[in-house]
């Protein structure tokens, strides 16, 4: 079909030779945007339900093109559609093979539209769905948390600042603090959803048209609760991909950040959880080992996924008004993203579901690291003794415990009075693990009391109370 006179391109009527070889290899992007095709020909089919509305077809050429397409969907969901490269895109592929079903029909569906319209209107549909799917994901491993949390109800733990024992804290409450961190991933999609949410087909090229078309009919068809305000930035605007990559970079942020504490609890060094074998892998070499690959792997992939943000955030840098081909360069990192967070996500849900803690160490690490010094200082300002100087008083007795190898609980009344003599008997009920925990009964605190509460509440978030 190449030949030096003439181009075969469904837009070649004004070219005078074929595409060089290595042009359309590097301008083709049918090998990832065929991913698309659904939602490809569910906006052909109503932008095609659309002209024959409005009279700009007839009835029986939008039957035709409507069977033309469901036929297309069947032969590529079994394998059996032959994508040609040199048709491009998804769009055109899909264009010339319905001409080649229907003939004429076929040629009046791209009538008041671009591919430039219809590319954002393709990318919308598919975004649509993947966020929703993604935003399930979420609710499906923050159930993971809240089954933890139900499981381990009471059990306390050291809290950490600087990686350094702290305070004691419920693993209940660390659980909790995952269900709010992925809670807000749930609303920041749900948010970016607003925008995906926009009809920009009827946009034309960049100027829109001047056919008689319906774009309101266009949105109902396909569930959208807005049209776009403005051609120009309705071809050429990917802001709804920037958000969507962002917050999926923050999705994946978060799952590294708790990767590291699984990689971190399973060490021998804390010993605080197992995860189960299904989900570790072994050493080539040495027999003993058992690996936390999952998290690492989920840790490894933010790289990739932040990538994926940063390189949308270039393509669009210094793009001139409206469309330019460089968005096409879309594609590949939101593809890559969705995938990749929908796998750690789901990886991760099936870990949480087979991890477990073990309470004998991490009730035993409650108990060494001074960690209810600030129990004592706090106990010291009820008996009216200003912080900072109760903060001095506390620190003299953890250095006094350091020198003697000893830990707080370990000393005598008599001892301890020798720091302070406002301390009485009742300094017992704060110096141990539980009695801190309980006593840290402010919203939002880690007290049973609370912590049952936001259990209670995170549960019928889900659905599952
Ligand atoms: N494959 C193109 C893309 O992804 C579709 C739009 C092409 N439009 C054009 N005028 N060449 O952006």
Known sequence: MKNKTESNKPWGGRFTEATASSAEAFSASIHFDMRLYRHDIAGSKAHAKMLAKVGLIS???????????????????????VFRPELEDIHMNIEKVLVEKVGQAGEKLHTARSRNDQVTLDMRLYLREESQHIIGLLSDLQKGFVQLAREYLGLIMPGYTHMQRAQPVLLSHHMLAYFEMFNRDKERLSDCLKRINVLPLGSG??????????????????????????????VSDRDFIVEFLAACGLIQIHLSRLSE??????????SFAAIADRYCTGSSIMPQKKNPDMPELIRGKSGRVVG???????????????????????KEPVFDTVDTVSQS????????SGLSFNRETLKHATETGFMTATDLAEYLVLKNIPFRQAHGIVGKAVAFCIKNSKELTDLTLKELQGFSDVIAEDVFGVLGAEG??????????????????ALERAETDLGIR
């Open 59 to 81: 009835g029986s050429e939008l039957e035709q093109i409507l069977a033309g397409l469901t036929e297309i969907e069947a032969e590529i969901e079994s394998n059996t559609f």
């Open 308 to 330: 994926n943000l940063i390189t949308v955030l270039t393509v669009l840098k210094g793009l001139p008004m409206t469309y330019n081909r460089d968005l096409q360069e879309d």
């Open 261 to 270: 504490e699984l990689v971190l609890w399973t060490s021998q060094e804390f």
């Open 436 to 453: 801190s925990v309980n006593s840290r009964n402010t919203s939002g605190g880690t007290a049973i009391a609370q912590v049952t509460k």
């Open 345 to 352: 996500l789901t990886v991760m849900s099936e870990l949480l």
């Open 205 to 234: 090229a960049l100027a829109g048209t001047s056919l008689p078309i319906d774009r309101d009919f266009v949105a109902r068809e396909l569930g959208f609760p807005k049209v776009s305000a403005n051609s120009m930035d309705a």
